[in-house]
């Protein structure tokens, strides 16, 4: 098992900036790719980044060059770095976790991100 916390979360106006981390616990070998999701009011659940433990990262084309996804290995910690931030970003942020070679996944409770205009 996989335990994922996440933090910083918050209210923010449009163009600011906040840093998101997640920590990790628990069968950390396991993993080979953690990233962020988010789910907006009404919206399906997508994904915002991901990075692999090799250091590959993913975006979505809507953060590319707004949003950046690192890790601590030592700390077992997963940040979100987004700057430029726009009102359609407001969603609840999600970590997660992708087990090695079944795919599972974990998951977080979430953190919200409100961006005022």
């Known amino acids: 098992q996989v335990q994922l916390v996440e933090s910083g979360g918050g209210v923010v106006q449009a163009g600011g900036s906040l840093r998101l981390s997640c920590a990790a616990s628990?069968?950390?070998?396991?993993?080979?790719?953690m990233g962020w999701y988010r789910q907006a009011p009404g919206k399906q659940r997508e994904l915002v980044a991901t990075i692999t433990t090799s250091g590959t990262t993913n975006y979505a084309d809507s953060v590319k060059g707004r949003f950046t996804i690192s890790r601590d290995s030592a700390k077992n910690t997963v940040y979100l770095q987004m700057n430029s931030l726009k009102p359609e970003d407001t969603a609840v942020y999600y970590c997660?976790?992708?087990?090695?070679?079944?795919?599972?996944?974990?998951w977080g409770k979430g953190t919200l991100v409100t961006v005022s205009s």
């Open positions: 997660n976790a992708r087990r090695r070679g079944s795919g599972m996944d974990y």
């Open positions: 628990g069968s950390i070998f396991t993993i080979d790719r």
